[in-house]
């Protein structure tokens, strides 16, 4: 064991008298100390000596693995993982075929709603409607107010039975009122607004202005339920190349927006944050896992 040590020295105090022991604790190390080789010590304090310096190596190799770990994650997430949503699918689902057959441009999307909906047909029950008026604003769905009671007209349309004289619905319409008052229908037709990723809940929309502010990958506000209401309305290339992406790349089942990059990798970075830790990069591009 000592053979591990051979060429190790440990610095210890060196007291002159007795009398240092009663001076205070910072008295004690300001003498000198010298070098003592480790045959010095008993092969019990070895042993420790040993156990503490694998110790270290076991924790310095275990960081190492679990950052590599982290690093390989954060450089796997391209442009993000996220969940389907019904609601959106379904919307994806309705879109008719663009070349004006009867059939779905998506049937990947409504085999999606065929399998996950209910045996009834229905995603949940009545009980839901009042879960509404608990609901935290923070977790309703993106622009739930404005597509919400466009819903509601659509099952009217189609002779369903809806509550309508509930006291949340009021609450809803209300909220719609007031979103559509702070944006007015001039104003969303020239500049990008929040109500563009709602296109779904309204009408008489003007088109042509609207086509202008698409985003790059053709959608709208990285929306694929108010991109498919966009191409249903106007069979724009631009809107089914996105929605082709979509499809394909979470078979049939969209999520509620897509991508997620730049949200995905600051939620990240925020929580790593949280944790005292900081992704920083390099100039090469490669990162690394440092303390704050």
Not at 175 to 188: H, Y
Not at 246 to 261: L, M, Q, R, S, T
């Amino acid at each position: 064991m000592a053979s591990h040590f051979s060429s190790f020295h440990c610095h210890l105090p060196h007291h002159s008298s007795s009398s240092s022991s009663s001076s205070s604790s910072s008295n004690h190390f300001s003498s000198s100390s010298s070098s003592l080789p480790l045959h010095h010590f008993s092969k019990s304090s070895l042993h420790e000596l040993y156990r503490i310096h694998e110790l270290k190596v076991l924790e310095t190799r275990e960081i190492k693995k679990r950052v590599d770990t982290i690093k390989w994650i954060l450089g796997s997430m391209e442009d993000g993982e996220i969940s389907a949503s019904a609601y959106d699918t379904a919307w994806v689902a309705l879109v008719e075929d663009v070349e004006g057959s009867d059939s779905p441009q998506f049937p990947s999307s409504l085999e999606w709603i065929a399998k996950n909906q209910l045996p009834d047909g229905s995603w949940g029950n009545t009980e839901n409607l009042g879960k509404l008026e608990k609901e935290n604003a923070k977790h309703i769905l993106i622009g739930f107010e404005v597509a919400f009671p466009s819903l509601l007209d659509m099952a009217h349309g189609l002779g369903i039975q809806v509550p309508d004289n509930s006291l949340i619905l009021k609450k809803i319409f209300a909220m719609r009122s007031v979103k559509l008052t702070r944006i007015p229908r001039e104003v969303m037709h020239k500049v990008p607004t929040s109500l563009v990723h709602s296109l779904e809940g309204m009408s008489g929309l003007d088109w042509k202005q609207l086509l202008k502010l698409q985003s790059y990958d053709g959608s709208f506000l990285f929306s694929p339920s108010s991109t498919a209401f966009a191409l249903m309305q106007t069979k724009d290339q631009n809107c089914l190349n996105y929605l082709n992406n979509v499809v394909n790349k979470f078979n049939g089942g969209v999520p509620n927006v897509y991508p997620v990059d730049l949200f995905e990798h600051i939620w990240v970075d925020d929580r790593l944050q949280r944790f005292g830790i900081s992704w920083a990069n390099d100039i090469s591009g490669d990162g690394d896992v440092q303390p704050v």
